[in-house]
Protein backbone atom coordinates (compact mmCIF):
# COMPACT_ATOMS: atom_id res chain seq x y z
CA UNK A 1 0.00 0.00 0.00
CA UNK A 2 1.41 3.17 -1.07
CA UNK A 3 2.81 5.58 2.18
CA UNK A 4 -0.16 8.02 1.61
CA UNK A 5 -2.70 6.12 1.86
CA UNK A 6 -1.48 4.05 4.88
CA UNK A 7 -3.62 6.17 6.82
CA UNK A 8 -7.17 6.10 6.20
CA UNK A 9 -9.15 8.91 7.17
CA UNK A 10 -12.90 8.95 8.18
CA UNK A 11 -14.74 12.90 7.37
CA UNK A 12 -16.96 13.45 9.92
CA UNK A 13 -19.80 16.11 9.36
CA UNK A 14 -22.21 16.89 11.40
CA UNK A 15 -25.26 19.07 10.17
CA UNK A 16 -28.66 20.38 10.83
CA UNK A 17 -30.67 22.43 8.26
CA UNK A 18 -27.57 22.62 6.28
CA UNK A 19 -28.09 21.37 2.48
CA UNK A 20 -27.55 25.17 0.41
CA UNK A 21 -24.00 25.13 2.23
CA UNK A 22 -23.55 21.16 2.46
CA UNK A 23 -23.40 20.42 -1.19
CA UNK A 24 -20.04 23.02 -1.48
CA UNK A 25 -18.18 21.17 1.33
CA UNK A 26 -18.93 17.52 0.31
CA UNK A 27 -17.67 18.35 -3.70
CA UNK A 28 -14.53 20.02 -1.69
CA UNK A 29 -13.65 16.99 0.21
CA UNK A 30 -14.72 14.43 -2.32
CA UNK A 31 -11.80 15.80 -4.03
CA UNK A 32 -9.40 14.26 -1.80
CA UNK A 33 -11.00 11.34 -0.90
CA UNK A 34 -8.51 8.00 -1.20
CA UNK A 35 -8.83 4.62 -1.16
CA UNK A 36 -9.64 3.46 2.31
CA UNK A 37 -11.30 6.96 3.10
CA UNK A 38 -14.89 7.64 4.05
CA UNK A 39 -17.43 10.84 3.98
CA UNK A 40 -19.91 10.51 6.72
CA UNK A 41 -22.59 13.20 7.63
CA UNK A 42 -24.47 13.10 10.37
CA UNK A 43 -27.63 14.82 10.21
CA UNK A 44 -29.46 16.14 13.37
CA UNK A 45 -33.57 15.80 11.99
CA UNK A 46 -33.14 18.36 9.45
CA UNK A 47 -36.20 19.38 8.14
CA UNK A 48 -34.47 20.52 4.70
CA UNK A 49 -32.76 18.62 2.11
CA UNK A 50 -29.65 17.78 3.97
CA UNK A 51 -29.85 14.29 4.09
CA UNK A 52 -30.31 14.33 0.09
CA UNK A 53 -27.89 16.75 -0.62
CA UNK A 54 -25.40 14.43 1.75
CA UNK A 55 -26.35 11.31 -0.43
CA UNK A 56 -26.49 12.46 -3.86
CA UNK A 57 -22.63 13.72 -2.88
CA UNK A 58 -21.47 10.19 -1.82
CA UNK A 59 -21.93 10.57 1.83
CA UNK A 60 -22.93 8.11 4.14
CA UNK A 61 -25.55 9.61 5.96
CA UNK A 62 -26.32 8.67 9.32
CA UNK A 63 -29.18 10.22 11.65
CA UNK A 64 -29.07 11.93 15.48
CA UNK A 65 -31.03 14.04 17.54
CA UNK A 66 -29.79 17.70 16.71
CA UNK A 67 -26.93 17.96 19.75
CA UNK A 68 -23.79 18.48 17.85
CA UNK A 69 -21.84 16.66 20.46
CA UNK A 70 -23.85 13.57 20.52
CA UNK A 71 -23.60 13.47 16.58
CA UNK A 72 -20.27 13.92 16.34
CA UNK A 73 -20.12 10.98 18.72
CA UNK A 74 -22.44 9.10 16.70
CA UNK A 75 -19.83 9.52 13.50
CA UNK A 76 -17.29 8.22 15.28
CA UNK A 77 -19.23 4.97 16.21
CA UNK A 78 -19.64 4.30 12.75
CA UNK A 79 -16.20 5.22 11.31
CA UNK A 80 -13.36 3.14 10.58
CA UNK A 81 -10.77 5.37 9.71
CA UNK A 82 -7.23 5.61 11.51
CA UNK A 83 -7.48 9.36 11.66
CA UNK A 84 -10.76 11.68 12.12
CA UNK A 85 -11.55 14.83 10.46
CA UNK A 86 -14.34 16.71 12.10
CA UNK A 87 -15.60 19.43 9.52
CA UNK A 88 -18.27 21.57 10.05
CA UNK A 89 -21.24 21.72 7.82
CA UNK A 90 -20.81 25.86 6.73
CA UNK A 91 -17.42 24.91 5.62
CA UNK A 92 -14.91 25.06 2.71
CA UNK A 93 -11.99 23.37 2.38
CA UNK A 94 -9.63 23.56 -0.25
CA UNK A 95 -6.99 21.62 -1.31
CA UNK A 96 -8.23 18.60 -3.07
CA UNK A 97 -5.91 15.24 -2.92
CA UNK A 98 -3.00 16.90 -2.10
CA UNK A 99 -4.37 17.65 1.14
CA UNK A 100 -5.77 14.56 1.83
CA UNK A 101 -1.91 13.37 1.29
CA UNK A 102 -0.62 15.56 3.88
CA UNK A 103 -2.96 15.08 6.83
CA UNK A 104 -2.49 11.21 6.33
CA UNK A 105 1.25 12.07 6.68
CA UNK A 106 1.00 14.02 9.85
CA UNK A 107 2.38 12.82 13.18
CA UNK A 108 0.84 10.07 14.99
CA UNK A 109 -0.34 10.84 18.25
CA UNK A 110 -1.14 14.47 17.54
CA UNK A 111 -3.97 16.72 17.31
CA UNK A 112 -4.57 19.70 14.28
CA UNK A 113 -6.65 22.03 13.48
CA UNK A 114 -6.54 24.82 10.06
CA UNK A 115 -6.43 28.29 10.15
CA UNK A 116 -9.15 30.28 10.50
CA UNK A 117 -10.73 32.16 7.39
CA UNK A 118 -14.10 33.90 7.14
CA UNK A 119 -15.67 33.99 3.51
CA UNK A 120 -16.02 37.95 3.58
CA UNK A 121 -14.09 40.42 2.06
CA UNK A 122 -14.27 43.04 4.76
CA UNK A 123 -11.47 44.64 6.58
CA UNK A 124 -13.08 43.86 9.88
CA UNK A 125 -13.37 39.94 9.05
CA UNK A 126 -9.22 40.00 8.46
CA UNK A 127 -8.85 41.31 12.09
CA UNK A 128 -11.25 39.03 13.22
CA UNK A 129 -9.29 36.04 11.33
CA UNK A 130 -5.71 37.55 12.66
CA UNK A 131 -7.38 37.27 16.72
CA UNK A 132 -8.44 33.67 15.99
CA UNK A 133 -4.99 32.60 15.04
CA UNK A 134 -3.74 34.69 18.07
CA UNK A 135 -5.59 33.00 20.38
CA UNK A 136 -4.90 29.54 19.06
CA UNK A 137 -1.20 29.96 18.77
CA UNK A 138 -1.04 31.61 22.67
CA UNK A 139 -3.85 30.15 24.42
CA UNK A 140 -4.19 27.09 22.55
CA UNK A 141 -7.96 27.03 22.05
CA UNK A 142 -9.22 26.61 18.63
CA UNK A 143 -12.81 26.26 17.82
CA UNK A 144 -14.83 23.77 15.85
CA UNK A 145 -15.22 25.84 13.09
CA UNK A 146 -11.35 25.72 12.83
CA UNK A 147 -11.53 21.78 12.02
CA UNK A 148 -10.42 18.93 14.06
CA UNK A 149 -8.10 16.35 12.62
CA UNK A 150 -7.36 13.92 15.39
CA UNK A 151 -5.80 10.03 15.33
CA UNK A 152 -8.56 7.52 16.05
CA UNK A 153 -5.81 6.49 19.09
CA UNK A 154 -5.74 9.53 20.49
CA UNK A 155 -9.25 10.52 20.66
CA UNK A 156 -10.41 7.31 22.36
CA UNK A 157 -7.31 7.70 24.82
CA UNK A 158 -8.99 11.58 25.95
CA UNK A 159 -12.65 10.67 26.24
CA UNK A 160 -13.72 11.85 22.26
CA UNK A 161 -16.75 14.24 22.41
CA UNK A 162 -18.77 13.91 25.35
CA UNK A 163 -22.52 14.60 24.31
CA UNK A 164 -23.00 18.23 24.82
CA UNK A 165 -25.49 20.67 23.15
CA UNK A 166 -22.82 23.72 23.29
CA UNK A 167 -19.04 23.80 24.24
CA UNK A 168 -18.21 20.33 22.79
CA UNK A 169 -15.08 21.91 21.03
CA UNK A 170 -14.04 23.71 23.89
CA UNK A 171 -14.36 21.02 26.26
CA UNK A 172 -12.25 18.41 24.07
CA UNK A 173 -9.54 20.67 23.25
CA UNK A 174 -8.99 21.52 27.28
CA UNK A 175 -8.86 18.00 27.77
CA UNK A 176 -6.37 17.82 24.76
CA UNK A 177 -3.62 20.08 26.41
CA UNK A 178 -2.94 16.63 28.69
CA UNK A 179 -1.82 15.38 25.16
CA UNK A 180 0.19 18.28 23.59
CA UNK A 181 -2.43 20.47 22.70
CA UNK A 182 -3.74 21.25 19.19
CA UNK A 183 -1.26 22.12 16.75
CA UNK A 184 -2.44 24.60 13.70
CA UNK A 185 -1.63 23.58 10.35
CA UNK A 186 -0.76 25.92 7.39
CA UNK A 187 -4.27 25.30 5.61
CA UNK A 188 -6.74 27.56 5.96
CA UNK A 189 -10.62 26.77 6.55
CA UNK A 190 -13.39 29.19 5.16
CA UNK A 191 -16.30 29.64 7.32
CA UNK A 192 -19.88 31.36 6.09
CA UNK A 193 -20.08 34.56 7.64
CA UNK A 194 -23.48 34.39 7.62
CA UNK A 195 -23.96 34.16 12.06
CA UNK A 196 -22.23 37.24 12.44
CA UNK A 197 -24.12 39.10 9.33
CA UNK A 198 -27.27 37.92 10.80
CA UNK A 199 -26.04 39.39 14.08
CA UNK A 200 -23.26 41.80 14.05
CA UNK A 201 -19.79 40.87 14.41
CA UNK A 202 -18.97 43.15 17.38
CA UNK A 203 -22.48 41.21 19.51
CA UNK A 204 -21.54 37.93 18.16
CA UNK A 205 -17.77 37.94 19.38
CA UNK A 206 -18.84 39.25 22.53
CA UNK A 207 -21.38 36.83 23.08
CA UNK A 208 -19.57 34.31 22.12
CA UNK A 209 -16.71 35.19 24.79
CA UNK A 210 -18.79 35.52 27.27
CA UNK A 211 -20.64 32.11 26.77
CA UNK A 212 -17.09 30.42 26.88
CA UNK A 213 -16.38 32.31 30.04
CA UNK A 214 -19.58 30.91 31.86
CA UNK A 215 -19.03 27.63 30.42
CA UNK A 216 -15.05 28.10 31.94
CA UNK A 217 -17.01 29.02 35.53
CA UNK A 218 -18.84 25.81 35.53
CA UNK A 219 -22.41 26.77 33.98
CA UNK A 220 -24.44 23.62 32.26
CA UNK A 221 -24.52 23.48 28.35
CA UNK A 222 -27.83 23.52 28.52
CA UNK A 223 -28.59 26.53 29.64
CA UNK A 224 -25.58 28.03 27.33
CA UNK A 225 -26.99 26.86 24.18
CA UNK A 226 -30.89 28.40 25.14
CA UNK A 227 -29.33 31.57 25.65
CA UNK A 228 -26.99 30.77 22.45
CA UNK A 229 -29.68 30.26 20.39
CA UNK A 230 -32.95 32.83 21.86
CA UNK A 231 -31.85 35.25 19.32
CA UNK A 232 -31.39 32.64 16.01
CA UNK A 233 -28.87 30.51 14.85
Excluded at 180 to 188: F, I, K, T, Y
Aim: aromatic fraction near 6%.
Amino acid sequence: MPAETATTLSWIVPAHQEDQRLALLLADLQDGLAEGDELIVVDGESQDATQQVAGLHGARVVCCSPNRGAQLRHGVAMAHGHRFVFIHADSRLAGGAELGRQLRRLPRGQAHCFRFKVDDPQLCFRILERLVALRTTVLGLPYGDQGLVIDRHLYERCGGFRELPLMEDVDLVLRLRAWGGVRQLPHSICTSARRWHRHGLLRTSVRNMILLLRWVLGEDSETLKRDYYSQGP
